[in-house]
């Protein structure tokens, strides 16, 4: 039938293809279109509900749509912790959205501490070199340089750098993007010399694995 599960989750697909293309409008149009229907057939805390507002959500941030993003995600977060549990993956890819909704809000600390407790969560969880855990460890020290934590941004971005260079070697286009991005913070931090060999390093060996013509 046009509401069961099965059906649902395949017009679920091709609204998040629509996003995945970039047509956020068509995306959102049809998770908007989607979610009563999820409500009435799976019922309001379904995952399948869930994962419609959590990607209506993702999709009103990108728009710009701050306030209803926040809400909807703020929503999402609070069921999955209570049906899921605080250590679910599920869960920390809702907040690690969240987190990015509360930064482009200014609400920094907010974010902060909600980067702050993924990445402990991912570091106990999955293990400190873990490439989800380096993720959210360059997202945290991101946070910190917007809000001005210079010396903490360092901290967290050469740790994971470490544990990129030592899990994937000094080459690997996730360690060259955290060398550049310690360089910047180098750099903010006014040790230019620092900054400007990172910055080398992570040139020659992006020149050397991928051509002088490719964007890293």
């Known amino acids: 039938g046009i509401d069961h599960e099965e059906t649902l989750s395949a017009e679920f697909a091709l ?13 959102l149009a049809q998770f ?9 057939s799976l019922g309001d805390k379904h995952r399948l509900t869930m994962s419609v507002r959590n990607s209506m959500g993702t999709i009103l941030g990108d728009l710009g749509e ?11 977060e609070s069921y999955q912790a209570r049906a899921l549990g605080p250590d679910h993956p599920t869960l920390l890819g809702t907040r690690n ?3 990015g909704v509360l930064r482009r809000q200014g609400r920094y600390d ?19 070199a873990h490439p989800s855990t380096i993720v959210s460890l360059n997202n945290v020290g991101s946070m910190y340089e917007t ?3 210079l010396d903490d941004a360092h901290s967290v971005l050469s740790a994971a750098r470490l544990a990129s260079i030592q899990e994937f070697g000094p080459s690997d ?3 060259l993007i955290l060398s550049s991005n310690l360089a910047k913070n180098q750099l903010l931090r006014a040790n230019n010399t620092r900054a ?10 992006s020149v050397e694995l991928f051509g002088e013509t490719h964007a890293l």
């Open 15 to 27: 609204a998040a293809m629509d996003r995945l293309t970039g047509d956020m409008e068509s995306s």
């Open 32 to 40: 908007s279109a989607l979610l009563p229907r999820h409500i009435d």
């Open 66 to 76: 701050l306030d209803r993003a926040a809400q909807l995600l703020e929503r999402v």
């Open 97 to 99: 959205n969240l987190a």
């Open 110 to 128: 907010e974010a902060i501490a909600i980067l702050e407790s993924v990445v402990e969560t991912k570091r106990r969880v999955l293990g400190a």
């Open 147 to 149: 809000v001005g934590r």
């Open 173 to 175: 286009r996730r360690t």
């Open 196 to 205: 400007l060999a990172l910055a080398d390093d992570a040139l020659e060996r």
